[in-house]
């Protein structure tokens, strides 16, 4: 079976089959010896990398007390 074909089934899966299933996979990694690749592996430093700032995030913040203001207008549950 490819990678593909596995991932595609993955998608299938409910959302606790596929934390089981990735707890499989490293505890598997873990067993085998096989250590993650390096931060460096990732980063190249001769290229430029983005990176997500909440500086300037209007829209986000903007969310964020709507959902705020929503909560308080509900009636308190005890």
Known sequence: MTLQEV?????????????ELIKLLVDTLIMENITPPSLE????????HEVWSP????KA??????????????????
């Open 7 to 19: 991932l595609q089934e993955a998608k299938n899966l409910s959302i606790k089959d596929r934390q």
């Open 41 to 48: 592996t990732f980063l190249n430093p001769d290229v430029a």
């Open 61 to 78: 913040a903007q969310q964020l007390q709507d959902m705020l203001d929503a909560y308080r207008r509900e009636p308190a549950q005890s």
């Open 55 to 58: 500086y300037d995030s209007f």
